[in-house]
């Protein structure tokens, strides 16, 4: 990693952003969940905190948009938290899976049938059926408390226009779910762990929810800013290990020579990041490339990765 001071990098930023901007013009705005059609194309924004409190932000980085596949990374870590490594490993496999996120392919086709990993859709659907609680009410709660406590923000929320277009639209996600329940995988009443499931993707945030998030993983579940251990740090490393295998779907390969960082991306445009042991990353840029990650904030990451020589490898 290049020294390169905050000050230079506040002021490179913006600069960067405006370089980048203009290939979200090759990208789409996601539509299949229809609320998120709504988020304007050509927004990019992005937030670098580091362990220090030092922090640059440009472009649109106050947008809020909806966590998405992003929810993923921290929903697992809970379940583990929750439950363990062999309990939740035994219902969802570790390995890439080379097809789209909302792929249900190789459920069917490669034994014993569970997701190959827990950032797809099948992956996750399973994961959220681990999260502990009476009933979906007190599951979702603990997993927004587990969101607040990791961003910092009392505040956040869920967007619950976005919740219920998914809800009401979700019929891969349910299908996915009702397959993986007559395998057994999944365990529970399927409509409620798919409730727990689409609040989870629906949490809104900024990029500076996402450094501060992408921060605590960078210094393997102590938040800097306080101190306190959030995470164990095993399950850091799992998570950090997924991001860097699975997080960009199946352009995980590309993005990982290209930025050569654990990052997670999400369709509304959201892509949380970090550098090990220096600073967390939040990108927005709603129009997404044809792997469903955001077309404008991968450019940016690569960017910004080759010009602090951030690539961990
Ligand atoms: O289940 C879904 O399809 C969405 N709630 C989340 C998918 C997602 O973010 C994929 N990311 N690129």
């Known amino acids: ?32 969940i229809p609320e998120l059609s709504k988020a304007p194309a050509d927004a990019l924004g992005v937030t670098i905190l580091t362990k220090d409190g030092e922090s640059a932000s440009a472009g649109d980085c106050g947008m809020r948009f909806t966590l998405q596949s992003i929810s993923k990374v921290f929903t697992l870590i809970l379940a583990l938290m929750d439950h363990g490594e062999d309990e939740v490993f035994s219902k969802v496999g570790m390995e890439p899976t080379g097809d789209n996120f909302n792929s249900m392919l190789k459920l069917e086709l490669v034994r014993p049938g569970i997701p190959f990993n ?17 009933d979906p009410k007190e599951k979702s709660e603990r997993i927004l408390q587990f969101f ?40 529970g009443d399927v409509e409620e762990v798919l409730d727990v499931y689409f609040r989870h993707c629906a949490i ?19 938040d800097p800013m306080t101190g306190q251990t959030l995470i164990p740090r095993r399950y850091v490393q799992i998570a950090k290990t997924f991001m860097t295998t699975c997080g960009m779907y199946n352009a995980s390969g590309e993005f990982a020579i290209q930025v050569g960082l654990p990052a997670k991306s999400g369709v509304s445009g959201g892509i949380l990041s970090l550098v090990p042991g220096y600073c967390g990353i939040g990108v927005v840029g709603p129009a997404l490339n044809d792997k469903g990650n955001s077309q404008a904030g991968v450019h940016l990451m690569e960017h910004m990765s080759r010009e602090l020589d951030w690539s961990m490898f």
């Open 1 to 32: 990693m290049l020294a390169v001071d905050m000050e230079t990098i506040r002021k490179q930023l913006p600069v960067w952003v405006e370089v980048s901007r203009p290939h979200a013009a090759h990208g789409k705005v996601a539509s299949y």
């Open 118 to 134: 827990p950032l797809i859709n099948a992956g996750a659907i399973t994961v959220s059926s681990f999260i502990r609680g009476r």
């Open 148 to 187: 607040k406590d990791l961003t910092g923000n009392p505040g956040l929320d869920y967007d619950l226009q976005v919740y219920r277009s998914e809800s009401e639209t979700g019929n891969l996600n349910r299908s996915i779910a009702y397959f993986l329940k007559e395998n057994g995988v999944l365990s």
């Open 204 to 222: 809104l945030a900024d990029c500076s929810d996402l450094a501060r998030m992408g921060l605590v993983l960078a210094h393997n579940g102590v």
